[in-house]
């Protein structure tokens, strides 16, 4: 917002104090006069005052937060909102999916049949106006018996919830070079306040490193004059039509073209690289979308920018004879030699692959454009890889019922968003549609490729995230992001160690990690069961009692909200102690070599165990925080599951494996499971201890868990080893060369004792590949992820001055020097430390220059000892704002 919004918005609020102050002093003069209207004046009181504080609500970024819908997406590319709140999600290879918000899990909807190829398949997905009562959605796609079309069609989703293949309304379908399928398009919306549905298309050409105007014979996939530039093209546009109830549809007025013979009807907007996702507001009608510009450099007439569009009107948005705010492309001859700059006022478009008019409307700018390098016109965009999005629009609605809806802050904001970058920003417009300002959004959370945003009808936002990798993405996630007001209920969090042992056994509890997002002070009332309690934060207590006993814990913050955990411990039976002698924990391995290990286990109880009990078994693992680690198991590893229960093994409860197999055919299986979790009990696997009732956990919570369970019926585990000594193969994937963490965990069961059930003692060691992605860190500060495509590179660190990101658990024996591959962009030097920002220095580099991109840098290593987090800090002298560093 600029000085003239923000003074604005304080006088409105001025005004409304103002009027609250004066009608307090005329109560106060009547307050004794009449105890009627001393009732009407104080209720108008009330309400005022609630009116002002609801308008004078700002923006607390600690009070937005991420939760995770749905994992497991296959390249998720669009998403569309319906009305009771589920979410339609359109796969690459044509699965349509639904998460339902009543039941939070995710289920196919239907497969259609699509050619898949490089930016093709099922790449758009609008839900009708009337679904509801339809069930009709819109589809964009290129079909599988006809790769060289795309097609927009409209389907019918049954009451059985399956999309019927056979309810099919072709509304159009364009031509498009097969061989040359990139930059395709995508984006569908509808705008629901007037029925239109926006297409975005691509325009169909490969990049290079040039303009695309070779009007060359050869020159067919670099020139984009045949289908971006063409008035009689629909490659390259924004289209706009309003369908039919019958299958057909109409076009609106105010489209660009009303004569047909100048252009199709159907074009709102053309010279569009790659219309991917478009956005309406629902209030002005303005069209929004983000285009990914070409890599050009300035011989071409000038360098390659992304850019930010803003429609008001109908009109040509310039490529590819202009870019970003209109800077001018030069043509090229058919000979392929340069030629004039293009005139915006009056582009010419004399390709011969051109079917339309030749004289085109006047170029518009963008309303935000950005180069790879950093932009001198928007800095907040930062620098990198390229791949700008944009949409939706945010209008607060104070008649929407939601305690989670985002707050007034964002009243008429566009929401942009950069795939590459991984930021979510919001735009500030004018009256008239100009820039205002830009804001940061979201930045706490770390974003993998945001691939669509979308409200939802309570005004919380759905964020479609796509995987870190471009294409074969498995772990894609829906999130949502929500703004929680008044008073946060704390989080209870329980430690205790040990959880096993011989009786008296006396176990140290820890309640010190439990948080109040409010600041607020919290009581402990701790239940050991037999009318024992304690109020301290970290008491002890023993045991004398053989037996399985349940602890409680519940967390009480000042305002009286609640939260509550428990813990089980065994009494009478200790674990196996497993320990792994070899390799060192924290060490490295290469990919594709065996890594040999040696175990050794003793059990209190059982003594030494026979050796064929001892599993073993290794996993790569991707070392981003969180990647590997589906979201009902991280739920799961945060309570007491593992307690009871393995993976494999059978222990006061089935293994998880077992489960999975058990109800792998059982469709209402996870409902079940996700209530027994939250009630507990017994008998159907004929264990002697009943499962504890988990009543900390929503039933949302507990169907996660559900999900993960369930889905190892379906995931290929990595074989494990028996024995105390032997290998464990590694992969040899050239991917997983480039970072990563092998993970090697040891087990054991022991007999049981004291008619107790047998109890699983583990250990893990992590190994480090030797070549690590510096933006797949394990934690940071200061620090944005990035896609930097030119050269290779892939994903980037880009830290601050101050910025840095931890690896953890590296043990340095034995390695004598470091070698980084960086791209400083100031006199910046790279410090290594042990433990934290502020520990022990390991490493580091001389000053470094910024002339130049990327080089290596090899340094000498001092080791710490022992296994420790290595930290990777960035400082100039002095302080520099912004990034100063990019480490691959």
């Not at 569009?272 to 450099?297: C, E, L, M, Y």
């Not at 040696?598 to 109880?605: G, I, K």
């Not at 593992?642 to 469709?667: M, W």
């Not at 296994?867 to 960035?874: S, T, W």
């Amino acid at each position: 917002m600029d000085r003239k919004g923000i003074a604005a918005k304080l006088g409105r609020r001025s005004a409304a104090n103002t009027r609250l102050l004066r009608l307090r002093r005329f109560t106060l003069l009547l307050v004794h006069q009449s105890p009627i209207l001393r009732l009407l004046l104080t209720g108008a009181l009330a309400l005022l005052a609630a009116l002002t504080a609801r308008a004078a609500e700002g923006f607390d970024p600690a009070r937005l937060e991420r939760e995770v819908l749905a994992a497991g997406l296959h390249d998720p590319l669009q998403m569309d909102a319906l009305p009771n709140g589920d979410v339609l999600i359109a796969e690459m290879h044509g699965t349509l999916k639904r998460w339902r918000a009543a039941t939070r899990d995710v289920i196919e909807v239907g497969r259609v049949p699509v050619t898949v190829s490089v930016e093709l398949g099922l790449i758009g997905v609008a839900a009708a106006g009337d679904f509801a009562q339809s069930g009709n959605v819109f589809l964009f796609f290129c079909p599988a018996a006809k790769r060289d079309s795309l097609r927009l069609a409209r389907f019918t989703i049954g009451a059985d919830g399956r999309l019927d293949l056979g309810s099919e309304k072709v509304l159009l379908e364009y031509p498009i070079e097969f061989n040359g399928a990139i930059h395709m398009g995508g984006g569908l919306f509808l705008d629901k306040a007037k029925g239109h549905l926006i297409l975005g298309t691509g325009d169909n050409a490969p990049p290079f490193h040039g303009a695309a105007v070779d009007v060359s014979p050869g020159g067919l996939m670099r020139d984009a004059l045949r289908s971006s530039g063409n008035s009689q093209d629909l490659r390259g546009k924004i289209l706009r039509i309003r369908p039919r109830a019958d299958g057909g549809y109409d076009i609106p007025p105010g489209n660009l073209f009303t004569d047909p013979a100048q252009g199709r009807p159907e074009i709102f907007a053309m010279g569009v690289r790659n219309g991917f996702h478009a956005s309406v507001d629902p209030k002005t009608g303005w069209i929004a979308w983000g285009d990914v510009g070409p890599n050009t450099q300035p011989a071409s007439g000038s360098v390659g920018y992304d850019e930010f569009n803003l429609a008001t009107q109908a009109g040509n948005f310039g490529h590819p004879m202009f870019t970003g705010p209109n800077e001018p492309y030069r043509s090229l001859g058919a000979d392929g030699k340069p030629g004039e700059l293009f005139d915006a006022a009056r582009p010419l478009n004399h390709s011969p692959r051109n079917t339309g008019v030749k004289e085109l409307p006047p170029a518009l700018p963008a309303l935000l454009w950005y180069p790879t390098t950093a932009s001198k016109e928007f800095p907040e965009l930062g620098s990198g890889a390229r791949s700008a999005m944009a949409g939706p629009f945010h209008h607060f609605d104070a008649a929407v019922k939601s305690d989670l809806k985002l707050p007034q802050h964002f009243d008429g904001a566009l929401f942009i968003y950069e795939w590459t970058r991984n930021w979510i920003k919001v735009v500030r417009l004018t009256a008239e549609g100009k820039l205002a300002g830009i804001e940061p959004f979201a930045s706490p959370f770390v974003f993998r490729k945001p691939m669509d945003i979308k409200f939802a009808p309570d005004h919380t936002m759905f964020v479609l995230e796509y995987g870190d990798k471009w294409h074969g993405n498995t772990d894609g996630q829906l999130l949502r992001l929500s703004y929680r007001r008044g008073n946060r209920p704390p989080v209870a969090a329980l430690a205790a160690s040990p959880l096993a042992g011989k009786q008296p056994l006396e176990v140290r509890f820890d309640a010190g990690a439990s948080r109040d997002a409010d600041g607020d002070a919290l009581k402990f009332a701790w239940d050991f069961g037999g009318g024992k309690t304690s109020s301290e934060t970290a008491p002890r207590f023993t045991f004398t009692e053989p037996g399985q006993h349940t602890v409680a814990l519940k967390v009480t913050d000042a305002a009286g909200a609640v939260s509550e955990t428990r813990t089980v411990i065994t009494v009478g039976n200790a674990a196996p102690l497993v320990e792994i002698l070899d390799p060192p924990n924290g060490g490295f391995f290469d990919a594709g070599q065996p890594v040999s290990f040696q175990v050794r286990v003793t059990d209190a109880e059982d003594g030494n165990l026979a050796p064929e009990r001892v599993t073993v078994q290794g996993a790569y693992r991707a070392a981003r925080s969180g990647d590997a680690v589906h979201p009902g198991l991280a739920m799961m590893q945060r309570t007491t599951c593992f307690a009871c229960h393995t993976v494999r093994e059978k222990s006061a409860g089935p293994a998880y494996l077992e489960i999975a197999r058990k109800y792998q055919n059982d469709a209402p299986a996870r409902e079940k499971l996700a209530a027994k979790i939250i009630s507990g009990g017994g008998g159907v696997w004929g264990q002697l201890i009943a499962m504890p009732p988990h009543p900390q956990h929503t039933l949302g919570e507990t169907q996660l868990m559900a999900d993960w369970i369930l889905g190892l019926a379906r995931s290929p585990e990595a074989a494990a080893v028996t024995g105390l000594t032997g290998t464990l193969k590694t992969t040899a994937g050239g991917e997983r060369q480039d970072g990563g963490v092998f993970v090697i965990t040891a087990a054991c069961q022991d007999n049981g004792a004291a008619g107790l059930p047998p109890l699983r003692g583990s250990a893990e060691h992590i190994l480090h590949a030797r070549k690590r992605k510096a933006a797949l860190h394990d934690a940071s500060q200061g620090v944005e992820v990035v896609d930097f495509m030119e050269g290779g590179h892939g994903l980037v660190a880009r830290l601050t001055h101050g910025g840095w990101l931890k690896f953890s658990r590296v043990n340095l024996a034995g390695i004598e020097s470091l070698t980084l591959r960086l791209h400083p962009f100031a006199a910046v030097a790279l410090e290594v430390r042990a433990g934290s920002p502020q520990g022990p220095l390991v490493a580091q580099t001389g000053p470094l220059d910024a002339a130049g991109g990327f080089r290596e840098v090899t340094i000498p290593v001092s080791d710490p000892g022992g296994v420790n987090d290595l930290v990777f800090l960035a400082r100039t002298e002095p302080a520099q704002k912004g990034s100063v560093l990019d480490l691959n």
